[in-house]
């Protein structure tokens, strides 16, 4: 059974400062990953993908992940209060389907 | 970024009719995807598509049934609408290939009395 996990939150952070999301996944085959903001009552819309092991930095997100620990993360400088969404950590093992996450609850305070 | 439709927006419809839920992308790509997602909860995923003429059942267990005729069309069928169908239903698509990330459409939210 493949696991994507994720700490439910809420993660709560001041306006101005670096959020940081984190996610472990079981299967050691996963080759892709995937990161989807969700606001309440809305659709997951994607942010950012890695493929590979280091980091990617899109503005203000940076991806981050690490093989060899079945670890990936999302680094999201300069928080705003637009950001307080529910994060999903999102997996492929190398075939048509994603594993998601729980999701984690961010929350920014002006 | 993919244009993917998803129609109605909303629908609240009385026990044991028939339901169509309509899903359809403009962006060509070969896979097609139906979740099922509570309020609050995780993304659950009920159908897929690798193309035309082809449908899997996903990892929850689902009473709907899809079909995929054209490549663009990927819709949800209830044959009979129950309370416990309740729900916010997601269409996603992805190009062909296993790297390829999903984008998802607006979603229904399904409402049955």
């Known amino acids: 059974q493949k696991e994507v996990e994720q700490n439910s939150g809420p993660l709560s952070v001041p306006e101005g400062a670096i959020a940081s999301l984190n996610c472990t996944y079981s299967?050691?085959?996963?080759?892709?990953f995937f990161w989807y903001r969700q606001y309440s009552g809305k659709s997951p819309e994607l942010i950012m993908f890695i493929y590979s092991n280091g980091d990617k930095e899109d503005g203000r997100f940076t991806a981050q992940l690490n093989k060899a620990s079945q670890y990936v993360s999302l680094l999201i400088r300069d928080s705003q209060p637009s950001d307080s969404a529910t994060y999903l950590c999102a997996v492929s093992s190398g075939y048509s389907t994603l594993t998601f996450g729980k999701g984690t609850m961010l929350l920014v305070s002006p | 970024e993919a244009d993917i439709y998803q129609t109605p927006r909303y629908l609240v419809i009385g026990t044991g009719k028939k339901i169509t839920l309509e899903c359809s992308q403009t962006m060509g790509h070969d896979k097609m995807y139906w979740y099922q997602q509570d309020p609050g909860m995780e993304l659950h995923l009920i159908h897929y598509?690798?193309?035309?003429?082809?449908?899997e059942k996903g990892d929850l267990s689902s009473e709907s049934t899809v079909s995929r005729i054209r490549t663009e069309h990927f819709p949800l069928t209830l044959e009979s609408a129950r309370p416990s169908h309740t729900s916010q239903y997601l269409c996603?698509?992805?190009?062909?290939?296993?790297?390829?990330?999903?984008?998802f459409g607006p979603g229904t939210r399904l409402t049955v009395t």
């Open positions: 299967d050691r085959g996963s080759q892709s």
């Open positions: 598509s690798y193309g035309v003429n082809s449908t």
């Open positions: 996603a698509s992805s190009e062909s290939g296993s790297l390829y990330e999903q984008y």
